[in-house]
């Protein structure tokens, strides 16, 4: 298990930086289709669990416990043309959502793909919420 904290005073990049920076490289170096769109991997997901810091009333019910998290599957890595990054995850917390699951077995086109991949994306604004993460390759 790799685990990524928090910003050191000896590094300039984050938490959250390093994570995105490990999983793109992860993903990169796995690639077997350099499509300029899409690339694809035989790499496994990565396991992903990202961490806070638990409340007063939490540490007095167990003093042992530092730490709360939540675990979710990574399956893929995007880079938009703006620079943007997200996770593509499974998160157990969420169900699939109909209008997917109505598509799973069949040939479609759809005019606008992104609005799908919305359920499935983790970026800045879900992600800066933690201090640490932790990702088993």
Do not use: W
């Amino acid at each position: 298990m790799q685990g990524i904290k928090p910003k050191k005073e000896s590094s300039n990049k984050t938490a959250l930086e390093l994570l995105f920076s490990a999983v793109e490289s992860y993903f990169n170096d796995g690639c077997t289709d350099f499509n300029p769109k899409v690339r694809g991997t035989s790499l496994p997901p990565i396991y992903f669990q990202h961490t806070g810091l638990l409340s007063l009333a939490s540490h007095f019910i167990d003093p042992h416990l530092t730490s709360i998290g939540h675990s979710m599957t990574i399956v893929g890595f995007e880079k938009k043309t703006d620079g943007t990054r997200n996770l593509i995850v499974f998160d157990p917390m969420f169900h699939d959502a109909s209008n997917i699951i109505k598509l799973i077995g069949r040939t479609f086109v759809l005019k606008d793909p992104e609005d799908l991949l919305k359920a499935y994306r983790r970026g800045n604004k879900y992600l800066k919420k933690y201090n640490a993460f932790e990702l088993l390759k």
